[in-house]
């Protein structure tokens, strides 16, 4: 091969390999270019709404441990409203076994709740509002309980039934309760809330007994009695309190279903140390 023709062809390759190059760096170019393109284009558009997650109402709801409102089934419209009779009658039916949490001595203190006129102030809130201050009102309720190691042995609407091993728990547990709810700054949703209390102790006995039954009932109408804001007890309950809280009025009572006449007594839950 000439001497010519050798230079021809490394000429020749090098004009292959710039073109090979040429082409890469076209390609590469054309892909950053539409890329930008692309980035631009976006920017340009109005920004996407993100779109809010509503809650369920049984959402909503379910943020107290173990209250039975049925929203999901029922719907708004149809949210139980407290009974304590209700939740009595369920224990009274069922018996349910709370030997574990008795006392030494073989008995138990049965604290029931409830807020105050709930249906007339679920009108004139609104469901939606009720649901959220039930939500509130749960959490307080829990809470106090499980500082005072009682046990929630059912819950309907915006009434509860505790058990406690002590009077002096079941005390301390409604003074939390009444405490925070009544302690809550102006404006809150809680602000108009008035929760009733009532506490009595007797017997605690396995289910094909009656007894426990009957106490349940006492301690349901001795919550019955009670007005908002206030914590009342059975003869049963105070005498096992001493000088611990003071007694701001004690009424003798009817108590439905109770033959004969019954000592309540408020305590003074707002001087309790």
């Keep these: 091969m000439t001497t010519l023709e050798i230079s021809l062809a490394v000429v020749a390759a090098a004009l292959a390999a710039l073109a090979t190059t040429t082409t890469v760096l076209w390609l590469s170019a054309r892909r950053r270019s539409h890329s930008l393109q692309r980035t631009l284009t976006e920017l340009q558009q109005p920004p996407r709404k993100r779109r809010l997650r509503v809650p369920t109402a049984s959402e909503l709801a379910r943020g107290a441990v173990g209250t039975a409102i049925k929203v999901a089934d029922q719907g708004l419209g149809r949210v139980v409203r407290s009974s304590v009779e ?27 709740s409830d807020i105050e006129d709930s249906t007339t102030l679920n009108t004139q809130l609104g469901d939606k509002v009720w649901v959220h ?19 929630v042995v059912k819950t309907q609407g915006d009434g509860f039934m505790v058990a406690f091993r002590s009077p002096a728990d079941a005390v301390g547990a409604a003074v939390d309760v009444q405490r925070a709810i009544t302690g809550v700054r102006p404006g809150s949703r809680l602000s108009p809330v008035r929760v009733r209390i009532g506490i009595h ?10 007894l426990f039954g009957q106490n349940v009932a006492m301690a349901a109408r001795v919550a019955g009695q009670a007005d908002g804001a206030e914590i009342l007890v059975s003869d049963a309950v105070l005498d096992e309190l001493g000088d611990t809280y003071s007694v701001l009025q004690t009424r003798n009572v009817d108590l439905k279903g109770i033959p004969g006449k019954h000592a309540v007594h408020a305590l003074d839950w707002a001087a309790a140390a």
Excluded: C, M, S
């Design 133 to 151: 201050l039930l939500d509130k009102h749960d959490r307080i309720i829990n809470r106090a309980v499980e500082h005072h190691n009682g046990y």
């Design 201 to 210: 102790r007797g017997p605690a006995v396995h289910r094909d007994n009656d």
């Design 86 to 112: 209700e939740i009595a009658g369920w224990a009274n039916v069922q018996r349910p076994d709370l030997v574990r949490i008795a006392d030494h001595d073989g008995t138990v203190t049965i604290l029931f």
